[in-house]
């Protein structure tokens, strides 16, 4: 394992089903995170879309809370997307 590495990071967490993704989830579905969700929390959790998305990375100091965010799935993992911040992604997963 990575020693910079996220204790969570080999977590999958559960799938959303492909058909419920494409229909609420990704680039064209974007959402704001609520500040309460993320800031003094110990294990944040975005409810989105009727699911429980679970930060395993830090929330990046230069995101806002009024961003558009979006949740995409990449090369077998889920991850938050920053629309005004394209070049930085947090990886997620799905719980119960």
Do not use: S
Not at 27 to 35: G, L, N
Not at 57 to 77: H, I, K, L, R, S
């Amino acid at each position: 394992r990575n020693e910079h590495q996220h204790p969570m990071a080999g977590k999958q967490g559960k799938h959303i089903p492909d058909d419920k993704f494409r229909a609420n989830f990704g680039r064209q579905h974007t959402f704001k995170v609520q500040r309460t969700q993320v800031i003094n929390v110990a294990q944040p959790v975005i409810i989105y879309g009727g699911y429980n998305f679970q930060l395993v990375e830090a929330w990046p100091a230069e995101w806002g809370f009024d961003d558009d965010c979006y949740v995409d799935y990449v090369d077998g993992q889920y991850f938050l997307f920053n629309a005004f911040h394209p070049g930085v992604r947090i990886a997620v997963f799905v719980t119960d």
